[in-house]
């Protein structure tokens, strides 16, 4: 069985200015800089060093001792809360789809729990280098500790959000994912030459991760997602040059999808695939001439559509393969759109404060991470993480 979705999930959810956190929601933890207090009725209880959630009262009695059953409870409730119908169905669809097997070759394992394949840019990025501290039942992410070095400093983004406090079970995250990445430096140069490209994040996947390697963790294509989130880098290097964009963006997302063959061939079957948000909208690209900003917004939507038709193609042709798209422009242009809604002064601050939508002048802030992180839970949960 073979299936494709493409979601964008707008949820609300974020305290109101940060005043009080709401129920199940996060009110403390190490690096948590949010609010500590909780809605009438419930009660910030210690979950780990990293999460405190509040509960309602008349639970918290056994929270402590269920640490996991109440995160799981958490989660579930502010799915059922904030989901709108159409993340029912598709929740249903990700489990169907998880029961589709293949006849071709695929990777055989022996632990338990879930495992996620992370590739990406910054936008993803935790540190994690791949020969270091592997993920275990103890330490979700491995190395470094969570929640890594993301793109706004020691503070969570939407994969550690994602995996760790809005999962139903245990999953273990290896996130290749590297700061300023493009899809090949050969096609577009990043701006070091260090950088690791999606090429070679997916290499190194492939010499340490995949079946058979020294660092092969025993994941199965029943039981991993692989995720891919980048584009950003290679679009914001390039829309501006001569030349038939539309042509460029398919020569990007062939290497892509060379890639995801490359994932394929040695087990792979799950793909989430999330798309390039709105970053003509960034307080960067806000400093820059209309015209700018039109014509990148131009080939980003060019981008995702072809993304989203590649996908459904890869799906058609392989397998056994499931791929679902998460549409991040619907996310964050909700936000920006009707910012106070979502606890955020306006769409175009940055810094470090908790009510704003970009951390810098180029990457989304954590409020906005936690919302693309309840998407991608409301898409994948139960299945997958």
């Not at 009110?27 to 009438?40: D, E, F, L, R």
């Not at 139903?168 to 701006?191: E, R």
């Amino acid at each position: 069985m073979k299936r494709h979705t493409l979601f964008g999930i707008v949820l609300s959810g974020l305290p109101s200015a940060w005043a009080q956190a709401s129920v199940w929601g996060q009110c403390g933890g190490i690096n948590w800089t949010g609010s500590t207090s909780c809605v009438s009725g419930s009660t910030c209880v210690y979950q780990n060093d990293w999460y405190s959630q509040c509960l309602p009262s008349s639970t918290t009695a056994t929270s402590t001792s269920k640490t996991s059953s109440s995160t799981s409870k958490a989660s579930s409730s502010t799915s059922k809360s904030s989901s709108t119908s159409s993340t029912s169905k598709t929740s249903s669809s990700t489990s169907k789809a998880s029961s589709s097997t293949s006849s071709a070759p695929t990777a055989s394992g022996t632990s338990t729990g879930k495992y996620w394949f992370s590739f990406g840019d910054s936008y993803t990025q935790t540190g994690f280098t791949v020969t270091g501290e592997q993920p275990s039942s103890s330490n979700a992410f491995g190395n470094p500790t969570y929640p890594g070095y993301t793109a706004c400093g020691s503070v969570p983004n939407w994969i550690d959000y994602a995996a760790t406090t809005l999962n139903s079970t245990l999953v273990k995250v290896y996130n290749h994912a590297y700061g300023g990445a493009t899809i090949d430096a050969t096609l577009v140069v990043p701006y070091s030459s260090s950088v690791l490209s999606l090429g070679d994040q997916v290499n190194n996947f492939l010499t340490y991760n995949a079946p058979g390697k020294t660092y092969y963790p025993g994941w199965s294509s029943s039981n991993a997602i692989f995720s891919i989130w980048v584009g950003i880098n290679d679009i914001g290097n390039s829309y501006y040059l001569s030349g038939d964009r539309s042509a460029f963006d398919t020569t990007l997302l062939n290497r892509y999808f060379e890639l995801v063959t490359s994932l394929y061939n040695v087990g792979a079957r799950h793909f989430l695939f999330l798309t390039v948000p709105p970053i003509e909208r960034s307080p960067l690209m806000l400093a820059q001439a209309d015209s700018a900003r039109a014509a990148e917004k131009v080939v980003i939507a060019d981008y995702n559509s072809q993304l989203a038709s590649m996908a459904a193609s890869f799906a058609s042709s392989h397998s056994g393969v499931t791929t679902q798209i998460f549409d991040t422009q619907v996310t964050v242009n909700a936000m920006l759109d009707n910012p106070t809604a979502y606890g955020l002064t306006d769409a175009t601050s940055y810094g470090s404060s908790t009510t704003v939508a970009w951390c810098n002048d180029y990457h989304i802030s954590p409020p906005v991470h936690l919302q693309i992180a309840k998407g991608v839970a409301a898409l994948i949960k139960g299945t997958y993480i």
